[in-house]
């Protein structure tokens, strides 16, 4: 499948969720790609991790759940150590949570 097709499915269900993730990891810059203009350069990861937050039960599980995602989308030396995502990850786990409360 394609995958721009895939992710554009994600942002219309997910909405602001997708474009407040992709800005929070743009923000934190896990891998040193923010070259300020490039506000979009984490929208494929979060294309792959915001589907997979319905499985979160803690933000230790969003971490889990992103450094995989960058583990499969830049490989280990790339992606670093998980320490350097858990800040990133508790901003996705107060996004996630705020998300399904709207949804209630």
Do not use: C
């Amino acid at each position: 499948m394609d995958m721009n097709i895939n992710r554009d499915q994600v942002k219309k269900t997910y909405g602001n969720l997708f474009f407040a993730i992709s800005n929070a990891l743009f923000q934190a810059d896990p891998i040193g790609i923010n070259f300020i203009s490039n506000t979009d350069e984490y929208d494929p990861e979060t294309g792959t991790i915001v589907p997979r937050l319905k499985t979160a039960n803690t933000a230790q599980d969003v971490q889990a759940i992103v450094y995989e995602e960058f583990n499969n989308w830049f490989g280990a030396d790339t992606a670093g150590s998980q320490q350097q995502y858990e800040a990133v990850s508790l901003k996705i786990w107060e996004l996630w949570n705020e998300f399904q409360h709207n949804q209630n």
